[in-house]
Structure formats: structure tokens, C-alpha cells
């Protein structure tokens, strides 16, 4: 009690001793006794828990569970705190010390104490207060001397119910447009609305609810990012079937056509049908981890450490000169992996399963995490019916090592790097989500900004305008175009004006005045109907010359050829660049955007769809000159 009382007081200071601190605590941090109407929302006299019990000390009260017993007490209590409060209210005026008022109430601090346990719910701070000072918002007196105003501080008993009422609350709106949402679309499905119809009623929902503040829009349209992690995050699928991601189906009808003519060759049928069925999947990291090296540092590894310490290597990142310290290659052709030296280990994500409900699942999830192995056969071999059965009574022995050692053993081991406090916030889910999240809970924790807040939301829901009709709004992406270029990929020609492109074509020296010149003369050809050879031109040097040259040849190429296409909208000359900053750089599109190409797939799995590439052909029919700004960064 003594560390709350060292930082956190609500005491009113002596006006003669320190006048500042007390004006400043007397303007800013005093509830109104009148209460607002956004106090006496929900039905209840203050939300913000105002006045607040006087209290000759600091103490923590702990709730008292209820049951049959304790309803006869609780009544009790209630009653006795009731004529506590009266007389407060009687003695108003008499500035009277709470030893006073308990005695005139029939109470004592101890019996004050255990009376107020029935009438929490959770664990509660109830600070050393004073009865004049029961409309007081608690405060650490020299951040309020510098602050000079209104501040909200007090003690955490309970770090993760803390933050799940944190996290609850600031998703609260994203809570609450879910179900909205939800809701929407029940409403269409009832109104036997087709498939177009309900995204529509969905998006007209979504568009006139989403709440969306200054920061997030500045950040959106700026391009920022809205989050940042100072470690990478590596999820871990576990479990009977986790969820994986397979190889695109025109793959694996090309695989399937090649192993039809191979068969067809040989006039066999012997090909094993479970190889080719996990074929179908893409490899994720817990096949990589079955692949790992047979050497010394791999053996005992379990996979959270092997996911937290190696990133997967692609092809085009293999340095020519590999460094056997730091990479390894996996065994069975699963490529190559290398240690996070650079970085901090990365944090790792998995589905959590609860012991009490599904014990079965949490002891396999835990076993695949937690314990080295190498096939599956080995989290629960044959002679053990359940993974609980292996978790308690197995031994394992490792390659090189003949002693064996307890399964449960090595796992909690293992589990005690990654697990800190899954106990304390499994605790605190399971409080959330028995009791939904607490829609005040916020009230509690910071009364004075909570209220703040929400008198400024209802002031702005007077001023602001309420739309009647919400079923008609405009979405672009729903409207009746049966156009197919409405699907795929949206080019966007973007191009410098005539008065800024001039001052830069009188600065072209002589040498980028005679490619522009060939550029030119081969537009002409062009769009007289003649068939000139492809023009083929590599230009280097400058890094910014170049890039001021590869804009002027656009407008002039674009300019010239814009009277060869029948829609003034069409694309001749596409400008593109590999990465982002060096298409923003020239006014261009990236290489990935403009040709809708996967960047985080391998070549091998790139592979586009059929609405796409008829897109794309649409889009670039009357394409005549492609530019790259950077060829040089560009991989095959």
C-alpha cells in the first residue's frame, strides 16, 4: 500500500501551504457533482463510479465469490453502505473526517472493508480519501504540477486484464461493425437477394459505418505503414490439419498431364499414389523442419526454435558465396535456410488449444512445438493410445546420445523459452469472453478522459448530418459493367504536363537528343502505317539524367502514337520501373503492378489466371514501347 500511496493520491492540498497544486487539482480534477447526462447513461446515477467511498487508509478489496450463503450478507452490505452514503450527504457541510462519519454510521474501517468486498466484482483499489475529497479524480502530484491538467493514473493489479480491456476497447468499433455486418447480410439472405445484390447492401453498410480517424485516413492515403514490429512474426501451423496452402491448379494439371504421358510411355501404373497426393500442397515451414540437416545443432532443435531462428532462403537470395556457419541446405530438395543473425529471433504464432476443453489438441500442438522430431509417427508412437499418455510416461533417446530422457521434460524445457505467461492470459481471454467486453471499462480506468471523450461524440452526433437513405450509395466495383475489362488489372497512365515536359526537352544534351531522335523518327513510322523493326534501346549513365530522358521519351512516344489508337485512353507507351520508389521517381507503374505479376510467389507458381491475362491483353492491346527504369534490378 505504501508504493500506491508513494505515487497515486486524491488529497485536496492545504491552500495556504501550496496554492498552485491545489488550484490546478481544484479546476481540472474534480468530478462534477451535478453529473453530466453522459455520466447517467446505462441507467445509472455515474458511470464514472463518482462520488468515489471515503477510506481512512489505502487497501485492496477482493471480491467475495456469491453463493447461497452469501446473498443474505450481500443484502446486509448493501443496505449498511446505503446509510453511509446518507449520511455523507447529511454532513455535507460539516467537514467532518471519515472516522467521524463511520462512527455516526455504525462502521469501522475493517468492518468498511469487508462490507465493500460484496459490492465489487473485481479486484479494487480504494484509496485513502477523505469525505471532501470524494468527487476527486486521483493524481501523482508532480506530473500534475507540470502537466497542468487533467491526467488519469492508478495502479494495475492485473497486468493482462489490463490489456485485454485495452485491446477490446480500441477494436471495440471493429467489434461492433462485424456484427453489423453480420447482420446485413442475414438481412439479404432473408430478401433472397442475389449474389451481387448482397455485397452491395454489404459494401453500402460497410461504407456508411466504418469509423475511420484523421491519423488512419493520413496513413492510408499516404502509403504508410499502420503498424511496425521491431521483430518478424513466423506463424506454425499445428494440429491434426492445419490449414496449407497448394500449389496452383494450372501446376498441377500441367504435372498431371506430363505424368500422363510418362505412363503412357512406359505402359506402367506403379507411381505411388500418396507421393503424388502431397504433392498437390506447397512446402511450410514445418516440412522444412523435418528437412533440416542431420548434424549436431539440429538434432535436439524443436520447431519453435527452428521457425524463431532461420528464415527460408528463395533461389534468387542464395549468395554466390555461401557461409556454412550461417546456411544450410535441407534435405529432400526443400531449399535453403539461414540463421537470424542480423536480427532478433523472430516471434512465433500458433493456434492455441485450452488443456480443459480439448487436452487431446493442446498435448499434440505442444509436441509439435515443443519436442524434436523428424517424422510424425514419432510424437505418439504406437504403444501410447493418446499424446497425453506420451506427454506424461514417454522417453525419447536422440542420435548420439544413448540416455533416455522424459518426454515432458524436454518439452517444458523447450516450452519455457516461448511460454512466459500462457497461463495468466488464458485466464484473461476466458474472463473476457465470459463476460463480453466490459462496455465501461474504460470509465474505470481513466473516468476523466473517458468522460472528456464522450461528451465530445455526443456533441458531435447533434452537429452532424444523418443520412436517410443508405440503400443507394454509389460502389464502382458493383456496378452492372459487363465489360470484361473490369476485371484484373487497372493501368493508369500517368504523365507530366506540356508546360513542365518543355523546359526539360531544351535541357536534353546532344547525345539524348539523338536517341530521342530515333525514339521519335520510329513513333512516326509508326503511326504512318509503316512496320519499322522493334526498337531495342539501352540507355546508361546518370542515374537522375536517365530518369528525367525516360520521361521525355514517354511524352514525345505517347504523343505521337496517341493518334494511332481509336480510344484516346488507350496505352502505347507503358513507363515501369521494378520497385516502388523507382516508379514514383519517373511518374511510372511497377513492373509487378503494371504486368499483375506475383511478387511472393517463386516463377514456378506465378502463374496468372485466365480473367487476368484477358484483362491484361485488353489493357495492352495498343502497347507499342515498353520502358524499364532500372533494368539492372530486374530478375529474370
Same mark, same amino acid.
Given at each position: 500500500?505504501?508504493?500506491?500511496?508513494?505515487?497515486?493520491?486524491?488529497?485536496?492540498?492545504?491552500? =495556504? &501551504?501550496? @496554492? $498552485?497544486?491545489? /488550484?490546478?487539482?481544484?479546476? !481540472?480534477?474534480?468530478?462534477? *457533482?451535478?453529473?453530466?447526462? +453522459?455520466?447517467?447513461?446505462?441507467?445509472?446515477?455515474?458511470?464514472?463510479?463518482?462520488?468515489?467511498?471515503?477510506?481512512?487508509?489505502?487497501?485492496?478489496?477482493?471480491?467475495?465469490?456469491?453463493?447461497?450463503?452469501?446473498?443474505?450478507?450481500?443484502?446486509?452490505?448493501?443496505?449498511?453502505?446505503?446509510?453511509?452514503? =446518507? &449520511?455523507? @450527504? $447529511?454532513?455535507? /457541510?460539516?467537514?467532518?473526517? !471519515?472516522?467521524?462519519?463511520? *462512527?455516526?454510521?455504525?462502521? +469501522?474501517?475493517?468492518?468498511?472493508?469487508?462490507?465493500?468486498?460484496?459490492?465489487?466484482?473485481?479486484?479494487?483499489?480504494?484509496?485513502?480519501?477523505?469525505?471532501?475529497?470524494?468527487?476527486?479524480?486521483?493524481?501523482?502530484?508532480?506530473?500534475?504540477?507540470?502537466?497542468?491538467?487533467?491526467?488519469?493514473?492508478?495502479?494495475?493489479?492485473?497486468?493482462?486484464?489490463?490489456?485485454?480491456?485495452?485491446?477490446?476497447?480500441?477494436?471495440?468499433?471493429?467489434?461492433?461493425?462485424?456484427?453489423?455486418?453480420?447482420?446485413?447480410?442475414?438481412?439479404?439472405?432473408?430478401?433472397?437477394?442475389?449474389?451481387?445484390?448482397?455485397?452491395?447492401?454489404?459494401?453500402?453498410?460497410?461504407?456508411?459505418?466504418?469509423?475511420?480517424?484523421?491519423?488512419?485516413?493520413?496513413?492510408?492515403?499516404?502509403?504508410?505503414?499502420?503498424?511496425?514490429?521491431?521483430?518478424?512474426?513466423?506463424?506454425?501451423?499445428?494440429?491434426?490439419?492445419?490449414?496449407?496452402?497448394?500449389?496452383?491448379?494450372?501446376?498441377?494439371?500441367?504435372?498431371?498431364?506430363?505424368?500422363?504421358?510418362?505412363?503412357?510411355?512406359?505402359?506402367?501404373?506403379?507411381?505411388?499414389?500418396?507421393?503424388?497426393?502431397?504433392?498437390?500442397?506447397?512446402?511450410?515451414?514445418?516440412?522444412?523442419?523435418?528437412?533440416?540437416?542431420?548434424?549436431?545443432?539440429?538434432?535436439?532443435?524443436?520447431?519453435?526454435?527452428?521457425?524463431?531462428?532461420?528464415?527460408?532462403?528463395?533461389?534468387?537470395?542464395?549468395?554466390?558465396?555461401?557461409?556454412?556457419?550461417?546456411?544450410?541446405?535441407?534435405?529432400?530438395?526443400?531449399?535453403?535456410?539461414?540463421?537470424?543473425?542480423?536480427?532478433?529471433?523472430?516471434?512465433?504464432?500458433?493456434?492455441?488449444?485450452?488443456?480443459?476443453?480439448?487436452?487431446?489438441?493442446?498435448?499434440?500442438?505442444?509436441?509439435?512445438?515443443?519436442?524434436?522430431?523428424?517424422?510424425?509417427?514419432?510424437?505418439?508412437?504406437?504403444?501410447?493410445?493418446?499424446?497425453?499418455?506420451?506427454?506424461?510416461?514417454?522417453?525419447?533417446?536422440?542420435?548420439?546420445?544413448?540416455?533416455?530422457?522424459?518426454?515432458?521434460?524436454?518439452?517444458?524445457?523447450?516450452?519455457?523459452?516461448?511460454?512466459?505467461?500462457?497461463?495468466?492470459?488464458?485466464?484473461?481471454?476466458?474472463?473476457?469472453?465470459?463476460?463480453?467486453?466490459?462496455?465501461?471499462?474504460?470509465?474505470?480506468?481513466?473516468?476523466?478522459?473517458?468522460?472528456?471523450?464522450?461528451?465530445?461524440?455526443?456533441?458531435?452526433?447533434?452537429?452532424?448530418?444523418?443520412?436517410?437513405?443508405?440503400?443507394?450509395?454509389?460502389?464502382?466495383?458493383?456496378?452492372?459493367?459487363?465489360?470484361?475489362?473490369?476485371?484484373?488489372?487497372?493501368?493508369?497512365?500517368?504523365?507530366?504536363?506540356?508546360?513542365?515536359?518543355?523546359?526539360?526537352?531544351?535541357?536534353?544534351?546532344?547525345?539524348?537528343?539523338?536517341?530521342?531522335?530515333?525514339?521519335?523518327?520510329?513513333?512516326?513510322?509508326?503511326?504512318?502505317?509503316?512496320?519499322?523493326?522493334?526498337?531495342?534501346?539501352?540507355?546508361?549513365?546518370?542515374?537522375?539524367?536517365?530518369?528525367?530522358?525516360?520521361?521525355?521519351?514517354?511524352?514525345?512516344?505517347?504523343?505521337?502514337?496517341?493518334?494511332?489508337?481509336?480510344?484516346?485512353?488507350?496505352?502505347?507507351?507503358?513507363?515501369?520501373?521494378?520497385?516502388?520508389?523507382?516508379?514514383?521517381?519517373?511518374?511510372?507503374?511497377?513492373?509487378?503492378?503494371?504486368?499483375?505479376?506475383?511478387?511472393?510467389?517463386?516463377?514456378?507458381?506465378?502463374?496468372?489466371?485466365?480473367?487476368?491475362?484477358?484483362?491484361?491483353?485488353?489493357?495492352?492491346?495498343?502497347?507499342?514501347?515498353?520502358?524499364?527504369?532500372?533494368?539492372?534490378?530486374?530478375?529474370?
Amino acid at each position: 500500500m505504501s508504493f500506491i500511496d508513494k505515487y497515486v493520491t486524491c488529497e485536496i492540498p492545504d491552500e =495556504k &501551504v501550496d @496554492k $498552485e497544486l491545489h /488550484d490546478i487539482v481544484m479546476a !481540472v480534477h474534480q468530478h462534477s *457533482k451535478n453529473h453530466s447526462k +453522459t455520466c447517467k447513461k446505462k441507467g445509472t446515477v455515474c458511470r464514472f463510479n463518482f462520488p468515489r467511498p471515503p477510506s481512512t487508509k489505502t487497501f485492496i478489496s477482493e471480491p467475495i465469490k456469491p453463493d447461497k450463503d452469501t446473498k443474505k450478507d450481500e443484502k446486509v452490505a448493501k443496505e449498511i453502505l446505503s446509510s453511509l452514503w =446518507k &449520511v455523507i @450527504k $447529511e454532513h455535507e /457541510d460539516e467537514n467532518l473526517d !471519515v472516522s467521524e462519519i463511520f *462512527k455516526k454510521s455504525g462502521l +469501522t474501517q475493517e468492518s468498511f472493508e469487508e462490507y465493500f468486498r460484496f459490492i465489487t466484482n473485481r479486484n479494487t483499489i480504494v484509496l485513502k480519501r477523505e469525505p471532501n475529497e470524494i468527487y476527486t479524480n486521483q493524481y501523482n502530484p508532480h506530473l500534475l504540477r507540470a502537466w497542468n491538467a487533467n491526467m488519469d493514473i492508478q495502479y494495475i493489479l492485473d497486468a493482462f486484464s489490463c490489456v485485454v480491456y485495452i485491446i477490446s476497447y480500441i477494436s471495440k468499433s471493429e467489434r461492433e461493425l462485424g456484427l453489423l455486418l453480420q447482420q446485413t447480410k442475414n438481412e439479404a439472405e432473408e430478401g433472397n437477394l442475389n449474389a451481387q445484390q448482397t455485397m452491395k447492401k454489404i459494401g453500402t453498410s460497410y461504407l456508411h459505418h466504418r469509423e475511420v480517424s484523421a491519423q488512419e485516413a493520413v496513413f492510408r492515403v499516404t502509403g504508410l505503414r499502420l503498424r511496425e514490429c521491431s521483430r518478424k512474426v513466423e506463424f506454425i501451423p499445428v494440429g491434426e490439419n492445419p490449414c496449407r496452402m497448394s500449389i496452383p491448379l494450372k501446376d498441377l494439371e500441367k504435372q498431371q498431364s506430363y505424368k500422363s504421358s510418362n505412363r503412357k510411355r512406359s505402359n506402367s501404373d506403379s507411381e505411388d499414389e500418396n507421393n503424388d497426393e502431397n504433392k498437390i500442397w506447397m512446402n511450410n515451414i514445418v516440412d522444412r523442419y523435418k528437412g533440416r540437416p542431420h548434424i549436431d545443432m539440429f538434432i535436439k532443435m524443436c520447431l519453435a526454435s527452428f521457425g524463431s531462428e532461420y528464415s527460408v532462403l528463395r533461389e534468387s537470395q542464395l549468395p554466390q558465396k555461401i557461409n556454412e556457419e550461417t546456411t544450410f541446405k535441407l534435405d529432400g530438395n526443400l531449399g535453403h535456410i539461414r540463421k537470424r543473425t542480423r536480427t532478433s529471433p523472430a516471434v512465433i504464432k500458433y493456434p492455441r488449444f485450452s488443456q480443459d476443453t480439448s487436452p487431446e489438441k493442446y498435448f499434440q500442438s505442444i509436441l509439435q512445438l515443443f519436442l524434436p522430431y523428424r517424422h510424425d509417427e514419432q510424437l505418439k508412437p504406437p504403444l501410447f493410445n493418446t499424446y497425453e499418455n506420451f506427454f506424461t510416461c514417454g522417453r525419447v533417446k536422440f542420435t548420439g546420445d544413448n540416455t533416455l530422457t522424459s518426454v515432458k521434460e524436454v518439452v517444458i524445457k523447450n516450452m519455457s523459452d516461448f511460454v512466459k505467461t500462457g497461463q495468466e492470459l488464458e485466464d484473461a481471454e476466458n474472463q473476457l469472453h465470459e463476460t463480453d467486453p466490459k462496455e465501461d471499462a474504460w470509465c474505470e480506468l481513466c473516468p476523466e478522459s473517458e468522460l472528456n471523450r464522450r461528451e465530445c461524440i455526443d456533441e458531435g452526433k447533434v452537429t452532424s448530418v444523418i443520412e436517410e437513405d443508405l440503400s443507394e450509395a454509389t460502389i464502382p466495383d458493383l456496378n452492372n459493367v459487363k465489360s470484361s475489362s473490369s476485371v484484373g488489372t487497372n493501368l493508369l497512365s500517368v504523365s507530366l504536363t506540356k508546360n513542365e515536359i518543355i523546359p526539360r526537352l531544351r535541357s536534353l544534351n546532344v547525345k539524348q537528343r539523338r536517341i530521342l531522335y530515333k525514339v521519335r523518327d520510329w513513333c512516326i513510322q509508326k503511326a504512318n502505317g509503316k512496320t519499322p523493326k522493334p526498337l531495342h534501346v539501352f540507355i546508361t549513365g546518370e542515374l537522375e539524367r536517365v530518369k528525367v530522358t525516360d520521361q521525355m521519351y514517354k511524352y514525345e512516344a505517347t504523343r505521337i502514337l496517341a493518334q494511332t489508337s481509336e480510344n484516346p485512353d488507350d496505352l502505347t507507351v507503358l513507363l515501369t520501373a521494378p520497385t516502388g520508389t523507382a516508379a514514383f521517381n519517373i511518374h511510372g507503374l511497377t513492373i509487378h503492378s503494371a504486368l499483375g505479376i506475383f511478387k511472393s510467389l517463386s516463377p514456378d507458381h506465378a502463374t496468372l489466371s485466365e480473367d487476368k491475362i484477358n484483362s491484361l491483353r485488353t489493357k495492352l492491346e495498343n502497347l507499342q514501347i515498353l520502358i524499364i527504369d532500372e533494368i539492372s534490378m530486374v530478375k529474370k
